[in-house]
């Protein structure tokens, strides 16, 4: 499984897990069955609010779940719309996210836990 998940900074596993999915300068892909990783840069990161297209950077990416801190409302339905699944991240690293993912301790976001503003 493809897990997509912002980032602060690229440092691999070790990655702070970013709380705006819009915003984020980059998106490791982490593929869970073979632990490989690689980094999306994320062109679209500065942006009104309301107005980013994170999305686009995504595009040609087999994602089949994203965990990040917060996201929009509208991101979040079009992720629905592709049936990928977003969870919610606590704070820390790729590594724990992924830990807590498999574990089954992240919940899913849902439009009344979207973010209404920043």
Known sequence: ???CLPVVENL???SLVNEHFGSTPAFLIVDTET???RA???ENAHHAHGMCQP???LRDESIHA???GGIGA???RRLHAEGIDVYLAQPGT?????AALKEGTLRKATPETACRGH
Do not use: K, S, T
């Open 74 to 76: 509208g991101a979040l």
């Open 12 to 14: 691999g596993l070790e």
């Open 55 to 57: 999305l686009a950077a």
């Open 94 to 98: 790729v590594a724990q996210m992924l």
């Open 1 to 3: 499984m493809n897990v």
């Open 66 to 68: 994203i965990v990040a």
């Open 40 to 42: 999306v840069v994320n």
């Open 35 to 37: 632990g490989e990783y």
